[in-house]
């Protein structure tokens, strides 16, 4: 089965290749692209070149065109290259008709993302679920260059009835491997499942946003934790949760696991036990980094997530963090009104962002710690709320 792309010691080069279709801008792609770096960095890959094309529709046997692939294929000879890694994901054809024509590892965009899963997993339950959704991933995609026994002897899949044999024996390998590890991933969830039961009626709070949004260091800010934080995409996988107390109102705060754009479906499926964090929260805090060119693309995405698994009526705060790495549009100094405040904070305030369809907008830097008594405030109202519901007789502690 596939080792995961790269190790700590030996970094490999790769280049990425995206495809410009009628559906999405230049634009789009080369922020995807960017991304895909980001994600390629974060696995401990050096991207060396990336290839676009533009094309109706990706090819359905090579995802792009025939001249394309030659000009990759040369590039990649000459450059003696590792990897190549798509920003779509392959069908089990492609993938095979690709690893034949380059006899290089392929990669898509879905398989990285489980590739650094698999590398940041820690507990056994991340583990085994990131397990679980690698194997469901590779398993239609067995090639003869993802065999143990292929690689071992350095081969690159050359035909033969000997490969597909091998290919058939580890694709029953990987099934018995796939039961197994439901099993055990029932036994986890089932224990997970009792640990929040006995967590007892406290309120619960779950931050939830985009992949390296900074919820790390929030947590850290609120609950005065050393939860493990990096400026690297899916820096924490495992849910951390923490008991925490404003003014004398104890909840439990919980950091969840980084969404993405395209986040792979086996990962959603064998992390809901880490997603029952969120369904399972009284409210939710929705972390934004507002210094992202993107963060507007990114704060759907989160939603189309959280629509997705049934989270999008729960109360909510919007944060929009990394205040002090903003950088606001540039404005000639002859359009600014010298009567209006200018402070960058208090135009926020002005935009969409503080109109948005939410119980509560906050301005902050986690890392700078600016703004946090005001979110500190926030959330106080909001969990009070629902604990004067749950709990009508304790007004005293208001």
């Not at 801008?25 to 080369?30: K, L, N, R």
């Not at 990336?50 to 990759?72: A, C, N, S, Y």
């Not at 002897?153 to 580890?170: L, N, P, Q, V, Y």
Request: net charge negative; proline share 3%.
């Amino acid at each position: 089965m596939a080792e995961p792309i790269t190790t700590a010691i030996e970094r490999e080069s790769a280049i990425l290749i995206g495809v410009i279709t009628r559906d999405e801008t230049a634009e789009q792609v080369d922020d995807y692209l960017n991304e895909l770096a980001f994600l390629a960095k974060t696995a401990g890959v050096d991207t060396q070149r990336v290839f676009t094309q533009k094309l109706d529709v990706p090819d359905t046997r090579t995802f792009v065109g025939k001249g394309k692939v030659e000009e990759i294929k040369e590039y990649v000879e000459e450059n003696e290259i590792d990897v190549i890694i798509f920003d779509d994901d392959l069908s089990p054809s492609q993938m095979r008709n690709l690893e034949r024509i380059f006899k290089k590892k392929i990669y898509d965009r879905s398989l990285l993302i489980l590739d650094i899963f698999l590398l940041r997993a820690r507990t056994a339950q991340a583990k085994t679920q990131v397990e679980l959704a690698r194997s469901e991933y590779l398993l239609p995609r067995l090639t003869r260059m993802w065999t143990h026994l292929e690689r071992q002897r350095g081969g690159t899949g050359t035909r033969g009835g000997a490969g597909e044999k091998e290919i058939e024996t580890d694709r029953r390998i990987i099934r018995d491997k796939i039961t197994k590890l439901k099993e055990r991933l029932k036994q986890i969830d089932k224990q997970m499942k009792t640990q929040r039961g006995n967590r007892g009626a406290l309120v619960r709070v779950a931050l939830v946003g985009y992949t390296n949004a900074g919820k790390s260091t929030l947590m850290n800010r609120l609950s005065k934790s050393k939860v493990f934080a990096e400026d690297k995409l899916f820096a924490t996988l495992d849910t951390t949760v923490r008991k925490v107390v404003l003014g004398n109102l104890p909840f439990l705060l919980s950091d969840t696991v980084g969404f993405i754009r395209k986040l792979p479906a086996q990962l959603v499926e064998s992390f809901k036990s880490t997603l029952d964090e969120v369904r399972e929260a009284d409210v939710l805090v929705h972390v934004i980094d507002i210094s992202h060119a993107n963060f507007e693309d990114h704060y759907n995405t989160v939603n189309e997530t959280l629509t997705e698994i049934g989270c999008d009526e729960k109360p909510t705060i919007v944060v929009f963090n990394k205040l002090d790495a903003y950088r606001p549009e540039k404005v000639d100094p002859q359009d600014i009104d010298p009567d209006l405040d200018t402070d960058p904070l208090e135009l926020l305030k002005k935009t969409w962002m503080s109109k948005l369809k939410a119980d509560r907008v906050a301005f902050i830097s986690a890392i700078k710690k600016t703004n946090m008594d005001e979110l500190r405030e926030m959330l106080y109202e909001e969990v009070k709320l629902i604990h004067q519901e749950r709990y009508p007789y304790n007004d005293f502690l208001y």
